[in-house]
């Protein structure tokens, strides 16, 4: 399996900028990663997503030109840069993974972290 942890959550002011990191470790290569996030009283939401080699990617049309998912898998790590955040970002944002293609949502998705808390105020 996939062991995956967040970090790069905090509390930031509306329009600054953040990135959360995605440290992986455990099973073989090749799996997708996604980006979700989970405000209270809400479900969760995708957010981003990438293929392993990078080539492909998709945005929740909220972040689109705001947010931006990358990974290096030399180190294992994936990241969510967020810039320009609202107060409507605020959440708790798991990062995600699955074999077997990509996905948009959650329940696809077998390996989860443990989630990072992003706050934005306004």
């Known amino acids: 399996q996939v062991q995956l942890a967040e970090s790069g959550g905090g509390l930031v002011q509306a329009g600054d900028s953040l990135r959360l990191s995605c440290a992986a470790s455990g099973r073989s290569p090749g799996y997708d990663m996604g980006w979700f996030r989970q405000a209270p009283g809400k479900e969760r939401e995708f957010v981003a997503r990438i293929s392993w080699s990078g080539g492909s990617t998709h945005y929740a049309d909220s972040v689109k030109g705001r947010f931006s998912i990358s990974r290096d898998n030399d180190k294992n790590m994936g990241y969510l840069q967020m810039s320009n955040l609202q107060s409507e970002d605020t959440a708790v944002y798991y990062c995600?993974?699955?074999?077997?293609?990509?996905?948009?949502?959650?329940?696809?998705?077998?390996?989860w972290g443990q989630g990072t808390q992003v706050t934005v105020s306004s």
């Open positions: 995600a993974a699955k074999y077997g293609g990509w996905s948009l949502r959650p329940s696809d998705y077998l390996y």
